[in-house]
C-alpha cells in the first residue's frame, strides 16, 4: 500500500451479536497516543430505507436484531499513512476494542484502468500510442466502422432477446442497481425508466439522494463515465448510421442509478460496498433489486466480500468488470469484485470473437485469469462501442474497455429475467435466482475462441464463452431449482498463498484471533494484487503454494518480510512462523 500522505480512514466491522459499542473507552486509550478519530455510521443510507407494509409485518425479531447488532462505523484518523502503515493502525484500533469479533481494514482507494478515444474536449486519463483517426472509433480494433454491431444476431443477440422479452411480462418491473460515476439528465440516451427517487450517491460531501454526474474534470477524471455505461445497459433511442433503434440491452428495465466515484478511475472501498449494501437492504424492505451492473473494480476488501455475500443470498445477480491492462500493467487478472465466484466477471472479447489481448506497446486490453477465477466469468464485446458522450450530448462510437462489457452481460440478465420472472421468484431459495440465471447464459454462451492455434483455448480468455443473449432465453429455469449450485462464499483470502499458508495456524506461534487473521490475509492479497514481483514469485497466481519447494517459499516470504509497504503486524508474523509456513 503505497503512501498518499493522506489521513488515514478505517471501517470497522463489529461483527453480528457484539454489544454496543461503546466508543469513549477505546478511543480514549488511542488519544493517550495522539491518534484521533472522526466515526460515521457505515449504515446511515440503509437505516433511511423505509420498508413496505407487507414486508414490515413478516419481519422477525431476529432478523431486526441481526441488523441493529451488526455495527458498522467508518473511522477518519488524525494521523496521515507516511506516519503508520495503515494496517498496523487497524490493528491497534482493534487491539483497543478488545473484541475477538471485530474486523478492520483500512478504505483504501483503488486504480481502474480505462481509455477511451473520442474527439471532444475531455481529457482521457490513458491514450494507446497508436494510431488514432478522427476519434469515433479506435483503428487499432475492428469494426472499422461508427456502427451499432454488438447488438445483432452475429453478436451479443441483445436486440433479439430484448424484442422478445419486451412482449412477455409487462406487468412484471425488473429492476437494475447501477454503480457507477452517476448519470447526465440531459443526455438523450438515458434509460427511459431511471429510478430517480431511489438514487444515491455515496460520495462524502455531495448530495445524498443525487447520482447526476456534475461532470468535474480534472487528472485523472473520467466525467459521464456512468452515463457511457448507461447507455449500453438500457439506452434511449438513436436515429443515425443506418440504426433507428433503442441502444440499450434493457430499455425496458428499471434503472437504480448509485454514484460511488468522482471518476472510475479511482474507487474507494467503503462506497462500493456502502452502494451495495444499499441496494441488498432496499431489495429486503420490498423495493425488489434483481441485477448490479458494475463497470469499476479494484483490489481485495472484507469490505467488498460482506457486501457481495449478502447481495447474493438476497437473491441478487452481479456483474462486474474484468478490469483492464496495458501489456499487463498493472495487473492482468481479474479485479474484485469480478474475482469472486459470487459475481459473473464481465471480460472482453472483440469484433471478431477475439480476445481482448493486444501485443502493441500502449494499446489498453482486458484483464483474464487465473484460470481457476475463470469458471465463474463471461465474455461480452469492446471496443468500438456505442458511447453516449456528455460533452455535446452525442453518441461516440469509441467505448472501450472492460466497462463496455459489463452492461450488455447485465442487460441479457435482465432479459432472461423478464421471460422467466414467474418461474424465477418461485424457486425456494434466493441464490436460486441468481444461479438460475447465469446458468442459463453460461450454457448459452458462444463456446469459440478466434485466436492462433497455441492460445485457442476459450477458457483461458472468456471463462464460459462468449455472450448470446437470444440463445440464453431458449434455456429453462430448473424446477425446483434442481442441479443448481450454489456458489461458496465471497473470501478474499483463496490465494494459494493465502488459503493455505494458514492451514496449520493453530499450531503456529504468536497466531492472534480469527478476525486478526483475517486481517493479515486480506493485507497479503492487497500487495498480492498490487505487487508484480510478488505475483512472478508467485506463479501468477496459477500454482498452489504447497506445491512450491522449500526455496520458493522462503523467497516468497522472505520478499514480504522486506517489502516496506508490509505492515509490522504481518511482518512480525511472518517472522515469528516462518519455519511453520516453510515446512507446510
Not at 503505497?2 to 454489544?19: A, C, D, H, P
Not at 454496543?20 to 449504515?43: A, P, V, Y
Request: a neutral charge.
Amino acid at each position: 500500500m503505497k503512501n498518499k500522505f493522506q489521513n488515514i480512514e478505517l471501517l470497522v466491522n463489529m461483527g453480528t451479536g457484539s454489544r454496543s459499542l461503546n466508543k469513549s473507552s477505546f478511543l480514549k486509550t488511542l488519544s493517550d497516543e495522539g491518534i484521533e478519530f472522526e466515526t460515521k455510521d457505515f449504515r446511515a443510507h440503509e437505516k433511511k430505507i423505509k420498508q413496505k407494509k407487507e414486508i414490515r409485518s413478516s419481519r422477525t425479531k431476529e432478523n431486526l436484531d441481526q441488523f441493529e447488532n451488526n455495527q458498522r462505523f467508518m473511522f477518519k484518523s488524525n494521523v496521515q499513512d507516511h506516519e503508520i502503515n495503515p494496517w498496523d493502525l487497524a490493528h491497534k484500533l482493534k487491539h483497543s476494542m478488545k473484541s475477538v469479533s471485530c474486523f478492520v481494514e483500512p478504505d483504501t482507494v483503488s486504480e481502474f484502468v480505462i481509455q477511451r478515444k473520442i474527439n471532444d474536449n475531455e481529457e482521457p486519463s490513458h491514450r494507446s500510442i497508436g494510431k488514432q483517426n478522427d476519434g469515433n472509433f479506435d483503428a487499432d480494433w475492428m469494426p472499422h466502422a461508427n456502427t451499432i454491431w454488438h447488438l445483432d444476431d452475429a453478436h451479443s443477440q441483445l436486440m433479439s432477446a430484448r424484442k422478445e422479452a419486451e412482449e412477455l411480462n409487462s406487468d412484471k418491473l425488473v429492476r437494475i442497481g447501477h454503480l457507477d460515476t452517476g448519470y447526465d439528465p440531459g443526455h438523450p440516451q438515458l434509460p427511459p425508466r431511471l429510478n430517480t427517487k431511489l438514487q444515491r450517491n455515496f460520495i462524502p460531501g455531495e448530495t445524498p439522494t443525487s447520482a447526476v454526474d456534475p461532470l468535474n474534470k480534472a487528472v485523472l477524471y473520467m466525467p459521464g463515465h456512468g452515463t457511457g455505461t448507461l447507455g449500453i445497459l438500457a439506452g434511449g433511442k438513436f436515429v443515425g448510421n443506418g440504426f433507428n433503434d433503442k441502444i440499450g440491452g434493457a430499455p425496458f428495465a428499471e434503472i437504480i442509478p448509485c454514484r460511488i466515484s468522482n471518476t472510475v478511475v479511482l474507487i474507494k472501498t467503503s462506497e462500493f460496498a456502502q452502494a451495495l449494501n444499499y441496494l441488498s437492504a432496499l431489495h429486503k424492505s420490498g423495493e425488489m433489486v434483481h441485477i448490479v451492473s458494475m463497470s469499476m473494480g479494484g483490489a481485495p476488501s472484507q469490505a467488498w466480500a460482506d457486501a457481495v455475500n449478502e447481495a447474493y443470498e438476497s437473491g441478487i445477480l452481479m456483474v462486474s468488470a474484468a478490469g483492464n491492462n496495458y501489456n499487463g500493467i498493472p495487473i492482468r487478472k481479474l479485479v474484485y469484485p469480478a474475482r469472486f465466484e459470487r459475481v459473473i466477471a464481465a471480460c472482453g472479447a472483440t469484433f471478431e470473437d477475439a480476445p481482448y489481448y493486444h501485443k502493441k506497446i500502449g494499446e489498453m486490453q482486458g484483464n483474464y485469469g487465473p484460470s481457476k477465477s475463470m469458471n465463474y466469468a463471461l465474455a461480452a464485446y469492446t471496443p468500438n462501442m456505442p458511447w453516449a458522450v456528455s460533452e455535446n450530448k452525442a453518441l461516440s462510437f469509441s467505448g472501450a474497455g472492460t466497462s463496455s462489457a459489463t452492461p450488455q452481460i447485465a442487460a441479457a440478465a435482465a432479459c432472461y429475467l423478464k421471460k422467466y420472472y414467474e418461474e424465477i421468484t418461485a424457486l425456494p431459495e434466493p441464490w436460486m435466482r441468481v444461479e438460475a440465471v447465469r446458468n442459463a447464459l453460461y450454457t448459452s454462451a458462444a463456446k469459440k475462441v478466434n485466436s492462433v492455434l497455441e492460445e485457442n483455448d476459450y477458457r483461458s480468455y472468456f471463462g464460459n464463452g462468449i455472450l448470446r443473449a437470444s440463445d440464453a432465453l431458449k434455456i429453462t429455469v430448473p424446477k425446483k431449482g434442481n442441479n443448481l449450485i450454489k456458489a461458496k462464499d465471497a473470501d478474499v483470502g483463496w490465494f494459494p498463498i493465502l488459503s493455505t499458508i494458514f492451514r496449520s495456524v493453530e499450531s503456529a506461534t504468536a497466531s492472534p484471533d480469527a478476525q486478526g487473521l483475517n486481517m493479515l490475509n486480506i493485507e497479503l492479497a492487497q500487495i498480492s494484487y498490487h505487487n508484480t514481483e510478488l505475483n512472478k514469485l508467485m506463479n501468477n497466481d496459477e500454482i498452489e503454494f504447497l506445491g512450491l519447494s522449500k526455496k520458493k517459499k522462503g523467497e516468497i516470504l522472505d520478499f514480504l518480510i522486506c517489502l516496506p509497504e508490509t505492515s509490522m503486524t504481518l511482518k512480525s508474523f511472518l517472522k515469528n512462523n516462518y519455519k511453520s509456513f516453510i515446512s507446510m
